[in-house]
């Protein structure tokens, strides 16, 4: 009878250990059913949102509502077996006060680069303050049930007062898997995140970035998240963040902001190829048929009608528009293109919920600043005609890239008019 009894202490004892050390994550069956492991892999173009409503207050006093919306479209692409995401942003910002909105139409893109690993952590390869979370939301490499708790690290990028100077803000942020929802028809993990803003120097840390605001002293607050997590690919399809932060100065003036800041996750309206390739097409019939020329338009092709092409790309169609005039240095266009922009509405009204990526192009002639503000300006005064002739000017995100990008040599005056260009891409 006694050894019985210690046989079953000791099967108990083995148990306990057994169970306390998470072992249970290797048992077979249902209950290894009931844990969970978030893994990031998102694969697919998406436009990522970030929307916040704030109420401003200065030294105390009331000012107004802001509203600002930054938008992205982030394309991943495989290099050397790596997985780059590279994305377009572009910023709308309402200031709501006394009733009034002030809004913008056209968009100019912030270009950036970024990898994601399996954990959700962010690591910047080409920086121009976009996205403004990085890591956020990030995961445990262990396996977790409902209620489990894990904490990781990120950073915010803030210009609380709009100033053109980010300051990295780094946060430690506390995760709890609350449990499992659906979300637009998706299984998604329910997840609540919090966080305290802390910057400057607290007791005996030192909390700054010294490449930041150098007038940005301190800053105090909290945050509380609640966020929908994609159960396919780890994708964060919405986070709710309620904010209540204060930043103070090194002129006396402080700023407190109250209000909440959403982040969301979509995926582009795909484009109808079956209505794009017909309108090139027979635009292209049009044309033949209206002048001795021989053009052919198909998939894919380095054939041309009317100095148009197009090709078929991971980020949508490509419609490339080679050697466009303008006048000298200048983003006037040259009377003579308005019938080939035209043609070019004409197509891009077939994608009608779909956004535009006009990138200009200029060749090299050894002045890269100009050349990539020259390009610029070209790409939106294409913006400005198309929306003339019947597109809507918030569906073009302008972006130059001067002579950068060359399809040919800069060495021959025909080389150079191919590199003087405008790719407008359909974004799906």
């Not at 995961?139 to 894990?150: A, L, M, R, V, Y």
């Not at 995140?193 to 010294?210: C, E």
């Amino acid at each position: 009878m006694k050894r019985k009894l210690l046989i079953f202490i000791a099967f108990n004892i083995l148990i306990h250990s057994f169970f306390s050390q998470g072992a249970i994550n290797h048992l077979p069956g249902d209950l290894n059913d009931q844990f969970s492991q978030i893994s990031y892999s998102g694969e697919h173009n998406y436009i990522l949102t970030e929307r916040t409503d704030l109420r401003l207050y200065k030294n105390g006093k009331y000012v107004g509502l802001e509203s600002r919306e930054i938008s992205s479209f982030i394309i991943p692409t495989l290099k050397n077996n790596k997985r780059i995401y590279e994305g377009n942003f572009y910023v709308n910002k309402d200031t709501k006060h006394n009733q009034q909105l002030v809004k913008d139409g056209i968009h100019k893109a912030i270009p950036a680069s970024f990898t994601i690993d399996n954990e959700g952590n962010l690591t910047m390869i080409e920086d121009n303050g976009y996205p403004s979370f990085r890591s956020f939301p990030s995961f445990t490499t262990q396996k977790i049930k409902t209620g489990d708790s894990w904490t990781a690290s990120a950073v915010r990028i803030i210009d609380p007062l709009d100033k053109g100077v980010i300051t990295r803000l780094p946060l430690q942020i506390q995760y709890t898997y609350v449990g499992d929802e659906i979300y637009h028809d998706e299984e998604v993990y329910l997840i609540t995140a919090k966080w305290a803003t802390r910057y400057g120097i607290i007791g005996k840390l030192n909390i700054i970035d010294w490449d930041g605001d150098y007038e940005l002293e301190s800053a105090t607050g909290a945050h509380s998240a609640t966020m929908y997590v994609s159960k396919k690919n780890g994708t964060a399809l919405v986070i709710r963040d309620s904010v209540d932060e204060t930043f103070f100065y090194t002129d006396g003036n402080y700023y407190q902001y109250k209000g909440t800041i959403t982040l969301f996750t979509e995926y582009p309206p795909s484009v109808n190829h079956d209505k794009i390739i017909p309108a090139l097409k027979r635009i292209a019939q049009e044309k033949e048929n209206s002048a001795d020329k021989t053009v052919m338009v198909s998939e894919n092709s380095t054939e041309k009608y009317n100095n148009l092409k197009y090709e078929t790309t991971e980020g949508g169609i490509k419609l490339i528009i080679e050697d466009l005039r303008f006048e000298a240095d200048s983003s006037r266009l040259l009377e003579g293109e308005n019938e080939r922009l035209s043609d070019i509405a004409e197509i891009l009204k077939q994608a009608e919920n779909s956004k535009f990526l006009i990138e200009g192009h200029t060749a090299s002639v050894g002045n890269p600043e100009g050349e990539m503000k020259l390009s610029y300006e070209r790409a939106e005064a294409i913006a400005k005609k198309l929306s003339a002739l019947g597109i809507k000017p918030e569906q073009f995100i302008c972006k130059g890239s001067g002579g950068l990008k060359p399809v040919a040599s800069n060495d021959t005056s025909e080389g150079k008019a191919r590199n003087r260009r405008v790719e407008i891409t359909i974004l799906e």
